[in-house]
């Protein structure tokens, strides 16, 4: 029988990719997202994949949507943490609300989707869990306080959970990327992108969602057994952590 695999925010973006790279790989794959409907059922149209609506924010609805995820497809085995927002403001004019939603979704809601699905993972001895924090996790970015501080916690959640499930067949990582060419990339101006972002790539080129997908179907493999608590930077040489 197929594994399963639930990715947070894997109804659009790189976690569409995530989803979509997993199930070829053999998954029985769930994706869930915050509120895009248009998106996710278009999604689901054109994949097959199953999507599920609930805020990673909130632990009571993220025990309940994983409850009924397990009852569809089974026990999941592999948490993909994807789901992220940005809500950027220079510190001074940042407010609590915006530090607050970001650190609740990057970073409570890491902690509210693996808390429930970790036991599981005890007791069957197999588990992978896989975050997707950020560059700016690692280096810190102008105007991103909030998020930079919530995706660093990821990179120290995951080096704590490894040490934790090493010996119950459980491997925690997370992949750090770069600059990925996503929907979010296509609102940044040509001479912004030409003149400021590209230089600072040594690759010369943004990231693929899909390149950030081959690296989550390896780490969900048996090959990445001996991979835990691990960083993978995932940026075109942008930052060598
Ligand atoms: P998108 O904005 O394209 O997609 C985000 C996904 O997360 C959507 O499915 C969205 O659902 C879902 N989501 C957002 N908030 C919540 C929530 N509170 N509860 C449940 N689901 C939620 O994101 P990207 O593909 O650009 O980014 C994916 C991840 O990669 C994020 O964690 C991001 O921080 C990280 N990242 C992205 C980079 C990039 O260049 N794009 C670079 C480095 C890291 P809905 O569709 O309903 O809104």
Redesign the pocket.
């Known amino acids: 029988m197929s594994r399963v695999a639930l990715v947070?925010?894997?109804?659009?973006?790189?976690?569409a990719a995530i989803s979509t790279a997993l199930k070829k790989a053999g998954y029985s794959v769930a994706a869930?997202?915050?509120?895009?409907d248009d998106?996710?059922r278009a999604f689901t149209d054109e994949t097959g994949i199953k999507t599920y609506k609930?805020?990673?924010?909130d632990y009571d609805a993220c025990v309940d949507g994983i409850h009924q995820v397990e009852g569809d497809l089974g026990p999941v085995e592999v948490l993909v943490n994807?789901?992220?927002?940005?809500r950027d403001a220079p510190f001074h004019k940042m407010t609590p609300e915006q530090w607050k939603e970001v650190m609740d979704?990057?970073l409570s809601?890491v902690f509210n989707m693996t808390h429930p699905v970790w036991p599981g993972m005890r007791e069957r001895k197999f588990g992978r869990i896989i975050t997707?924090?950020?560059?700016?996790g690692q280096k810190g970015q102008f105007a991103q306080t909030n998020?930079a501080a919530a995706?660093a916690g990821d990179i120290g959640f995951t080096k704590a959970l490894a040490q934790e499930g090493a010996r119950a067949g459980i491997t925690v990582n997370a992949i750090?990327?770069?600059?990925?060419n996503?929907?979010?990339?296509s609102t940044i101006p040509e001479k912004v992108m030409n003149e400021v972002i590209l230089p600072q790539i040594p690759v010369g080129r943004l990231g693929e969602?899909d390149e950030i997908a081959r690296a989550v179907v390896f780490l969900a493999s048996d090959d990445a057994g001996f991979i835990t608590g691990s960083t993978l930077t995932a940026n075109g040489g942008q930052y060598m952590a």
Do not use: D, F, H, L
């Not at 869930?32 to 895009?36: H, S, V």
């Not at 750090?176 to 990925?180: A, L, N, S, T």
């Open positions: 947070t925010g894997g109804s659009r973006g790189i976690g869930t997202y915050a509120g895009n998106k996710a609930w805020n990673v924010a994807n789901a992220g927002i940005t979704t990057n809601g997707i924090s950020s560059i700016n998020y995706k750090c990327p770069g600059y990925i996503t929907e979010m990339m969602a």
